[in-house]
């Protein structure tokens, strides 16, 4: 017999997403992906959209609304701008994730961090988000039209009285978790550049470790589904696109 460990049954695969790198896939309903700030003060700026009818995707605005939130956090749900939930948030050890920030662009970065340009670093060359998810985005034949309110996993940002919006450096550890069930198949469109309020002087972006699993079966009295009467619509909502019994 082989001396090397089994996987774990739900287990189905994993990697590593380096500072300033983009990405983007598939992530199947009744699975968990997993993201992970392997150093501390990442930021994983994400775009979700629906696999089957692309320009259904996630909405911010209604996410909060139907919340009563400023941010996301366990037991969050993420809402489409069709009124059903893309993904939800079963566990999280960091507390808060931005979705009101927004994404740096070329203009901003430069201003920031100088130039530093794939002719001089290769693939160590500066990036911003917008453009990374744009490229990502063009892989699915989206384009700039998909570029809504996105999702900055691992910052906090605090919104004072005045309206000002404020980054909390240091917010997110290394080995912070947080851990999104997907309801809807989704395409997920990912950047690891920093984020666009974050003041540090320097460019200096933080890989995280994405891990994909089965998730258990999502029963009547899960925590998602009964944070608010909005969560169990837009979960209904989803089962019946789907074709399925939403009572089971």
């Not at 774990?8 to 983009?22: Q, V």
């Not at 699975?31 to 320009?55: C, P, Q, W």
């Not at 917008?130 to 490229?135: A, E, K, T």
Request: proline share 6%.
């Amino acid at each position: 017999m082989s001396d090397f460990p089994k996987p774990k049954p739900s287990f189905i695969w994993s990697e590593i997403l380096p500072g300033g790198a983009h990405w983007s896939g598939v992530i199947r309903r009744g699975t968990v992906l997993r993201l992970t700030d392997l150093e501390g003060n990442a930021n994983v700026a994400m775009l979700i959209n629906n696999l089957e009818v692309k320009n259904e995707r996630y909405n911010m605005p209604d996410t909060l609304k139907a919340q009563k939130t400023a941010f996301l956090t366990a037991p969050n749900m993420c809402f489409s701008d069709m009124g059903r939930v893309m993904c939800s948030i079963i566990a999280d050890t960091c507390g808060w994730h931005d979705t009101l920030g927004g994404l740096s662009n070329a203009s901003l970065v430069q201003k920031k961090y100088g130039i530093k340009t794939y002719q001089q670093a290769h693939n160590d060359y500066f990036k911003n988000a917008y453009d990374s998810l744009l490229n990502e985005l063009g892989k699915w034949g989206l384009n700039a039209s998909d570029v809504v309110p996105n999702i900055n996993w691992f910052s906090k940002v605090r919104i004072e009285d005045s309206g000002q919006m404020t980054f909390v450096p240091n917010h997110s550890q290394a080995g912070s978790t947080v851990d999104l069930r997907f309801e809807m198949d989704c395409i997920v469109c990912l950047s690891t550049v920093q984020h666009p309020l974050d003041p540090n002087i320097y460019y200096a972006p933080k890989p995280v470790e994405l891990s994909v699993s089965k998730a258990n079966p999502v029963l009547a009295d899960d925590p998602c589904r009964k944070h608010r009467a909005e969560n169990e619509r837009a979960y209904y909502n989803t089962k019946t696109y789907y074709g399925e019994n939403p009572n089971e």
